[in-house]
């Protein structure tokens, strides 16, 4: 378990963490901002810039240590941002008023819970594991299944396509692969835990009504990626 000194430090260093995280965050919003402004580009396309950008944040809350305590902090703010965001445009070009999709609240959620749940077990990178598979995957499945995808199946009422999909599966295990490579190295374990977690991610990222896969896929993919290395020990 993590001291308390993890948890309620206050030092000149740890506020400099927390403006990195900030200052990462908010040119992200503003980037948003003037992309939906000036450039008028596919609201889907800023908000996919600003899906797979605001994922990595996850990172540097890692290599930082940012304490858990932090870290859920924003998560909650976050949350309450992007609530209020649905009927009152705080988000432009992220949120409109009245959208029917949740995604980006579920999505500040996940963040708040990964970390909640694997920063006291001082095992980060299973919360880096859920949220960079649902930004980097669910980002770029979204924007080649859109662009280019001409196979197309439905799923509980919803139009999906195989472009997406498989894009959705081969970024899940190229994500999840880098990372277990950087914390447990070339072993058989890091390809077959990283193989679950595509196929369980792109399960789950099918069905994305009302944008619940902002919240299912980071925190399925986390648990399978926790679950497996559990039970699949190296040695």
């Given at each position: 378990?993590?001291?308390?000194?993890?948890?309620?430090?206050?030092?000149?260093?740890?506020?400099?963490?927390?403006a990195?995280?900030a200052?990462?965050?908010?040119?992200?919003?503003?980037?948003?901002?003037?992309?939906n402004?000036?450039?008028?580009p596919?609201?889907?396309?800023?908000?996919?810039?600003?899906h797979?950008?605001?994922?990595?944040?996850?990172?540097?809350?890692?290599?930082?240590?940012?304490?858990a305590?932090?870290?859920?902090?924003?998560a909650?703010?976050?949350?309450?941002?992007?609530?209020?965001?649905?009927?009152?445009?705080l988000?432009?070009?992220?949120?409109?008023?009245?959208?029917k999709?949740?995604?980006?609240f579920?999505?500040?959620?996940?963040?708040?819970?990964?970390?909640?749940?694997?920063?006291?077990?001082?095992?980060?990178?299973?919360?880096?594991l859920?949220?960079l598979?649902?930004?980097?995957?669910?980002?770029?499945?979204?924007?080649?299944?859109?662009?280019?995808?001409?196979h197309?199946?439905?799923?509980w009422?919803?139009q999906?396509?195989?472009?997406?999909?498989?894009?959705?599966?081969?970024?899940?295990?190229?994500?999840?692969?880098?990372?277990?490579?950087?914390?447990q190295?070339?072993?058989?374990?890091?390809?077959?835990?990283?193989l679950?977690?595509?196929?369980v991610?792109?399960?789950?990222?099918?069905?994305?009504?009302?944008?619940?896969?902002?919240?299912?896929?980071?925190?399925?993919?986390?648990?399978?990626?926790?679950?497996?290395?559990?039970?699949?020990?190296?040695?």
């Amino acid at each position: 378990m993590l001291n308390s000194a993890f948890w309620l430090e206050s030092s000149p260093s740890l506020w400099l963490q927390v403006a990195v995280v900030a200052a990462w965050v908010g040119t992200l919003l503003f980037l948003a901002a003037k992309l939906n402004r000036y450039l008028n580009p596919d609201p889907e396309v800023v908000r996919k810039v600003v899906h797979i950008g605001t994922g990595n944040v996850i990172l540097l809350a890692w290599w930082l240590s940012i304490p858990a305590s932090v870290g859920i902090g924003a998560a909650i703010l976050a949350s309450l941002v992007t609530f209020l965001s649905y009927r009152f445009p705080l988000l432009p070009g992220i949120n409109s008023v009245g959208r029917k999709s949740w995604g980006t609240f579920f999505y500040a959620v996940s963040i708040g819970l990964l970390i909640a749940w694997f920063w006291p077990l001082q095992q980060p990178q299973y919360a880096a594991l859920g949220i960079l598979v649902m930004a980097w995957g669910d980002g770029l499945a979204a924007v080649i299944g859109q662009r280019f995808g001409q196979h197309r199946y439905e799923l509980w009422g919803m139009q999906k396509s195989w472009e997406g999909s498989i894009t959705m599966g081969l970024v899940s295990f190229f994500v999840s692969s880098l990372l277990l490579l950087g914390v447990q190295g070339n072993v058989w374990q890091t390809w077959v835990v990283s193989l679950a977690v595509a196929l369980v991610a792109t399960a789950l990222e099918a069905f994305s009504k009302f944008g619940i896969d902002n919240l299912t896929v980071p925190l399925g993919s986390a648990a399978v990626g926790f679950v497996l290395t559990q039970v699949l020990p190296l040695g």
